[in-house]
Nanobody, 132 residues
Framework: DVQLQASGGGLVQPGGSLRLSCEAS????????IGWFRQAPGKEREQVSCISNSGGSTYYEDSVKGRFTISRDNVKNTVYLQMNSLKPEDTAVYYC?????????????????????????WGQGTLVTVSS
């Protein structure tokens, strides 16, 4: 069975950092891109970042560009999201997802209804709370 396990969330003060991990199993990991999404309370889920199967291509929404860094370890079957300079508006449940292809199904500013079509499996989510 395909499984994605997101972890690393927690409570952090504004300006702080967290590193999320997404460990995957049940498929040929280095054949597929992996994405991160988030859903804030009362809001629609949104794409945050994506990394291609090789790690050679990465994408970020403007809201996190320059603060978040996505990476992957194809030996450990794990994708990371390093989040720096966190803001209260980054508070959300963060989800990782397996793309349907090796490339990221990325369009800047995609709505949830469009972005979700490029992914076929989702992790359970990890909560990030940015608050003083």
């Amino acid at each position: 069975d395909v499984q994605l396990q997101a972890s690393g969330g927690g409570l952090v003060q504004p300006g702080g950092s967290l590193r999320l991990s997404c460990e995957a199993s049940g498929f040929i990991y280095d054949d597929y891109a992996i994405g991160w999404f988030r859903q804030a309370p009362g809001k629609e889920r949104e794409q945050v970042s994506c990394i291609s199967n090789s790690g050679g291509s990465t994408y970020y929404e403007d809201s996190v560009k320059g603060r978040f860094t996505i990476s992957r370890d194809n030996v450990k079957n794990t994708v990371y999201l390093q989040m720096n300079s966190l803001k209260p508006e980054d508070t959300a449940v963060y989800y990782c997802a397996k793309a349907r292809t090796f490339n990221c199904p990325w369009m800047y500013g995609s709505t949830w209804s469009s972005a979700r079509l490029g992914y076929d499996y989702w992790g359970q989510g990890t909560l990030v709370t940015v608050s003083s």
